[in-house]
Each structure stands twice: as structure tokens, then as C-alpha cells.
């Protein structure tokens, strides 16, 4: 218990706090707090909401997405959010969990998969007609970022979200989302001039998991990867055996790794047909350094896949 004293000197500096901050010029409004699962939607929110937002990232760079479980915290951090970032199609498999516990709270749910062009996940061997029991037919994609077709609507996605929690940051998320596009755009134009380089028989990306059919089905390549959709579907020895297979009769030149989570079996697949190793494709989302944005992991890609193909 406070003391009639106390509370009176508790008010004051309260008073005295005020008059400072009305000195300092008008009050800034409370940014609008945003949580994100992606780790790309994350980099546009920052880009498009500017210090009107605040990105709390939920799922961060180098953790494996697939294997992610979010903590109480991760809840609690949601729950306080006003606009929750999500990829959709499966790749939070506890996202209707945390739609429900978040209802009430008003947490509004933006999920790319509302708006991106889906395509279907499926594996190489799929088209050879083996044994179809372990496959996954019908569920679609969730990598959808590795088409910047794709990523611009996601960005005009975001933007339509703050502008709708935020009006009066309007002109100012508008902007800035503009400026992201205009830079996609371009982007776009590069990645297109840069794949140009390699001839339609070299276009073939070996990885780790099947992660980058949207980038293949822009640029014309075929993917033979060694894990399924997630990284969690561990290859049988049957499949290991078809894939070296496969890649010693396309002469295939390279095998690339990812940032986050390899198969034990890539190296040996790599040893056993003569490839290189390629280098590291940031596959599940954004990295560090370079890659710590959508455009410079996107350019880190395809300039690694560029440079071991060629
Ligand atoms: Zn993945």
C-alpha cells in the first residue's frame, strides 16, 4: 500500500512526463505490432510498414520452418499482435491451432497462400509410376517465394493489411510498397538475365528437399530433390538409388546443399555421381548477411545456381 504522500509524488512526475513529451511535439501513435512467421513476409512488413510497424519474428532466420513448434511465448507474442504473417499451404502445420487460440484476441490472419498461384508438390519419381503410397497428391506447394511474381503479390497483400489496420498510414505504406515493387520488378528482370546464361539441358536443381518448384516453374527447370516437400520426409534407400540414377544419366553438373537442414545421404549422393557440390541455396526462407533480405537471398540463389551450372 502507497501512502497518500507517495501516490501524490507518483503524480507528479506522471504530470511532469506528459508536459515533456507534449514539449517534444505531437505524440507518435503506438506502432502497429506485427508477428510473422515468415521470414519473408517479415522483410516486406519492415520494408512496406517502415516505423509505423513493428515486426516481431516469430520464425527466424536459420531455423528449420518444418520442424518449427511455437512456445507458450511464441503464443503470448501472437496473441499481442495486431496482423499475424503466415505462408499457408501447410507449411505451419500448427497455423489453425494458432488461428483458434488467437481468435479472440482479434489477431488479423494474412496468409500468402490466399494469394499466391499455387502448384502442386510433387516428386520426380512421381511421373515414373512407382509405388505412390508415401507421396503426398494434392497438397500443394508451400515455397511459394521463389517466384517473384508471387512475392510481389504477397508484398500488395501486406500493404492492403496495414493500410486497413492503419488508415492513417495510408500515403506512406502506399509508398513504400511501391518502391519494394518497383525493386521487384527489376529484380525479376536480372534473375531472368541471369538464368538466360544457362542452356535449357542445364537446368536441372539438385537439392535437399523440394523446395523450389516455383523457381523451376518460372525459369524452365526441372527439380530432383532428395527429400520431399519437407525436410522431415527422409528419402528410402530405393529412391537414393534412382536419384544418383537420374543424375548420372542427365550428366547433371551440380548438387546444392541448403542453409539450414541436409539429408546425411547428400554428400554420399554428390560422391557417387560425380557432380560438385554446387553450393548453398537458402531454401526455406531468408538467411544472414547477404541473404538476410528477400532481394539479396533471391540474388544469392540464383548466383549460385547460375555459377555451378554454367
Ligand atoms: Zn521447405
Known sequence: MMRSGQVGAVKHIFSIAAALAL?????RAEPVRVAS?????ADFARDIGGD???????????????????????????????????????????LDKMRQAVAKDGVEVV?????????????????????????????????WWHSIGNARLVAAQIRDAFVEADPAGKAEYEANAAKLDGRLAGLAKWVRKQVAQLPKAS???????????????????????????STEEQPSSRRVQELIGEIRGKGVKAIFAENIENPKVLSE????????????????????????????????????????LR
Not at 512467421?37 to 513476409?41: A, E, K, N, Q, Y
Not at 516469430?58 to 518444418?66: A, K, Y
Not at 496468409?111 to 509410376?129: K, L, N, R, S, Y
Open 23 to 27: 514539449a517534444a511535439g505531437p505524440l
Open 37 to 41: 512467421l515468415s521470414t519473408v513476409m
Open 52 to 94: 509505423r510497424v513493428e515486426v516481431v519474428e516469430i520464425v527466424e532466420p536459420g531455423v528449420d520452418p518444418h520442424a518449427f513448434e511455437p512456445s507458450p511465448g511464441d503464443y503470448r507474442a501472437v496473441a499481442g499482435a495486431r496482423i499475424l504473417l503466415a505462408n499457408g499451404m501447410g507449411f505451419e502445420g500448427y
Open 111 to 143: 496468409v500468402a497462400g490466399d494469394v499466391v498461384e499455387p502448384i502442386e508438390a510433387e516428386q520426380a519419381c512421381d511421373a515414373h509410376g512407382h509405388d505412390h503410397s508415401h507421396h503426398h497428391h494434392g497438397s500443394l506447394d508451400p515455397h
Open 203 to 229: 537446368r536441372v536443381l539438385v537439392t535437399s528437399h523440394d523446395a523450389l518448384g516455383y523457381f523451376a516453374k518460372d525459369h524452365g527447370f526441372e527439380v530432383m530433390a532428395v527429400q520431399g516437400i
Open 269 to 308: 549422393i554428390t560422391a557417387e555421381t560425380g557432380a560438385k557440390p554446387g553450393g548453398v541455396l537458402y531454401a526455406d526462407g531468408l538467411g544472414t548477411g547477404n541473404a538476410g533480405t528477400y532481394e539479396g537471398m533471391m540474388r544469392s540463389n540464383v548466383n549460385t545456381i547460375v555459377g555451378a
